[in-house]
């Protein structure tokens, strides 16, 4: 599914990675591990095909429409809401039954109740889990988590937590996080990054 | 089909966040007004309707360049434009959306300078008001890419009038070509070039603007 070799990423002179080499199969599960600035944010921006290696190679089985991508920020408009948010992206994804999915995964993210809301109205928290919902609205055959758990409260970690238990063998996931004891039983591959 | 629908949803997106933000269309329709005024009172007495026809074209291409700025503002907060790349949508539908979005403010915006400017200097005929909105199609084609572009780069209040501003000049002269000329057609067909030429360049070329080859 994803084959990285002799990966290496620069900015300018700043060598952010270096020599990365892995191979995950179809629904395996990554775990991307390391301190701040060890490079995860950039490795999975490369996997997600929103940047390019400097040298070497990744290559990902799966069309980007299939990709679903978790960044640090939540990717949606603040200016409008849960809704048409998603209802926004589930038109670009061509979500089949779009009305349904966007109801079903609001209503398990919790954010059902505020679905007519701005999200500029939202908590950080509130956000994230919209984020996730947009992440997850075209059913993705390989999702990318960038710190899926950060601003989330332990409620909001509990409703991420099963969704990976859900989601762990069923589909590709590589997942970066400070906290890996938190998943670290889902992941058949660990990442630790310099 | 699917493109068009993408388009429409895009543009719908932009109008609704502007309606909803205010951000862009007050400033443009307060900056066009104002500048006019500024222009009556600083033009001197019987300096003729020509250089009033100048200064109108000024006023257009820097109200066009407010509203630019600010075009990709909705897509940099809470890095949307990620989002937006990454949909398997044609990443060209992007860039039509927006200019379509833009488009919409700048005429938005005329319906009120145009009579303001008749009211205070000279009054625009029929073959004047298609060159406007010829040219308001280009101004909005390259520089929708062109806010991209700026947006990309760390200083783009800076960078968009210095890579804008030299690619309006044939819409000057075409602008201004077409509302004193004794053949304003020759000026049109200018303005027609330019749009077919420069939009199909900017819808070709934005996918590479936007992703890291």
């Given at each position: 599914?994803?084959?990285?070799?002799?990966?290496?990423?620069?900015?300018?002179?700043?060598?952010?990675?270096?020599?990365?080499?892995?191979?995950?199969?179809?629904?395996?599960?990554?775990?991307?591990?390391?301190?701040?600035?060890?490079?995860?944010?950039?490795?999975?921006?490369?996997?997600?095909?929103?940047?390019?290696?400097?040298?070497?190679?990744?290559?990902?089985?799966?069309?980007?429409?299939?990709?679903?991508?978790?960044?640090?920020?939540p990717?949606v408009?603040?200016?409008?809401?849960a809704?048409?948010n998603l209802?926004?992206?589930?038109?670009?994804?061509?979500?089949?039954?779009?009305?349904?999915?966007?109801?079903?995964?609001?209503?398990?993210f919790?954010l059902?109740?505020?679905?007519?809301?701005?999200v500029?109205?939202y908590?950080?928290?509130m956000s994230q889990r919209l984020a996730l919902c947009r992440?997850?609205?075209?059913?993705?055959?390989?999702?990318?988590?960038?710190?899926?758990?950060?601003?989330?409260?332990?409620?909001?970690?509990?409703?991420?937590?099963?969704?990976?238990?859900?989601?762990?063998?069923?589909?590709?996931?590589?997942?970066?996080?400070?906290?890996?004891?938190?998943?670290?039983?889902?992941?058949?591959?660990?990442?630790?990054?310099? | 089909?699917?493109?068009?629908?993408?388009?429409?949803?895009?543009?719908?997106?932009?109008?609704?966040?502007?309606?909803?933000?205010?951000?862009?269309?007050?400033?443009?329709?307060?900056?066009?007004?104002?500048?006019?005024?500024?222009?009556?009172?600083?033009?001197?007495?019987?300096?003729?309707?020509?250089?009033?026809?100048?200064?109108?074209?000024?006023?257009?291409?820097?109200?066009?360049?407010?509203?630019?700025?600010?075009?990709?503002?909705?897509?940099?907060?809470?890095?949307?434009?990620?989002?937006?790349?990454?949909?398997?949508?044609?990443?060209?539908?992007?860039?039509?959306?927006?200019?379509?979005?833009?488009?919409?403010?700048?005429?938005?915006?005329?319906?009120?300078?145009?009579?303001?400017?008749?009211?205070?200097?000279?009054?625009?005929?029929?073959?004047?008001?298609?060159?406007?909105?010829?040219?308001?199609?280009?101004?909005?084609?390259?520089?929708?890419?062109?806010?991209?572009?700026?947006?990309?780069?760390?200083?783009?209040?800076?960078?968009?009038?210095?890579?804008?501003?030299?690619?309006?000049?044939?819409?000057?002269?075409?602008?201004?070509?077409?509302?004193?000329?004794?053949?304003?057609?020759?000026?049109?067909?200018?303005?027609?070039?330019?749009?077919?030429?420069?939009?199909?360049?900017?819808?070709?070329?934005?996918?590479?603007?936007?992703?890291?080859?």
């Amino acid at each position: 599914m994803i084959r990285a070799a002799g990966l290496e990423k620069r900015y300018g002179s700043r060598r952010v990675l270096r020599g990365i080499d892995f191979e995950l199969p179809r629904d395996g599960f990554l775990l991307v591990t390391g301190s701040n600035g060890s490079g995860k944010t950039t490795l999975l921006r490369v996997i997600a095909g929103l940047a390019a290696p400097t040298r070497g190679k990744v290559q990902v089985d799966v069309h980007r429409g299939r990709v679903g991508f978790l960044a640090h920020e939540p990717l949606v408009y603040r200016a409008l809401t849960a809704l048409e948010n998603l209802d926004l992206f589930g038109r670009l994804y061509r979500v089949p039954e779009r009305r349904e999915r966007i109801g079903m995964l609001l209503e398990r993210f919790g954010l059902w109740e505020v679905r007519s809301e701005r999200v500029e109205d939202y908590s950080r928290g509130m956000s994230q889990r919209l984020a996730l919902c947009r992440a997850l609205l075209h059913d993705p055959e390989l999702l990318i988590l960038d710190e899926p758990y950060a601003s989330l409260d332990e409620h909001g970690a509990g409703l991420l937590d099963r969704e990976l238990d859900e989601l762990a063998g069923a589909r590709t996931l590589v997942v970066s996080t400070h906290d890996p004891a938190r998943i670290e039983l889902l992941a058949t591959q660990r990442l630790v990054l310099a | 089909m699917t493109y068009l629908a993408d388009v429409a949803a895009l543009t719908r997106k932009d109008l609704r966040v502007e309606l909803r933000a205010q951000d862009t269309l007050p400033a443009m329709l307060l900056f066009v007004l104002s500048t006019l005024v500024v222009f009556h009172f600083a033009l001197p007495e019987g300096t003729g309707e020509d250089a009033a026809y100048g200064l109108l074209w000024v006023a257009i291409v820097f109200t066009a360049l407010l509203g630019l700025a600010r075009a990709w503002v909705p897509e940099q907060e809470h890095g949307v434009f990620d989002g937006l790349v990454l949909a398997p949508c044609d990443r060209s539908a992007i860039w039509v959306g927006k200019t379509v979005a833009t488009l919409a403010f700048l005429l938005a915006a005329q319906v009120v300078a145009l009579p303001a400017f008749a009211l205070f200097f000279a009054p625009l005929d029929a073959v004047a008001l298609v060159g406007v909105l010829l040219a308001d199609i280009g101004i909005c084609a390259v520089g929708s890419l062109m806010a991209a572009m700026a947006a990309a780069g760390r200083a783009r209040e800076l960078l968009l009038p210095l890579l804008l501003l030299p690619l309006s000049i044939p819409l000057i002269v075409g602008g201004v070509g077409s509302a004193i000329s004794t053949e304003p057609e020759r000026y049109l067909l200018l303005l027609a070039l330019y749009d077919g030429i420069f939009a199909v360049l900017s819808w070709a070329s934005f996918e590479y603007v936007v992703t890291e080859s």
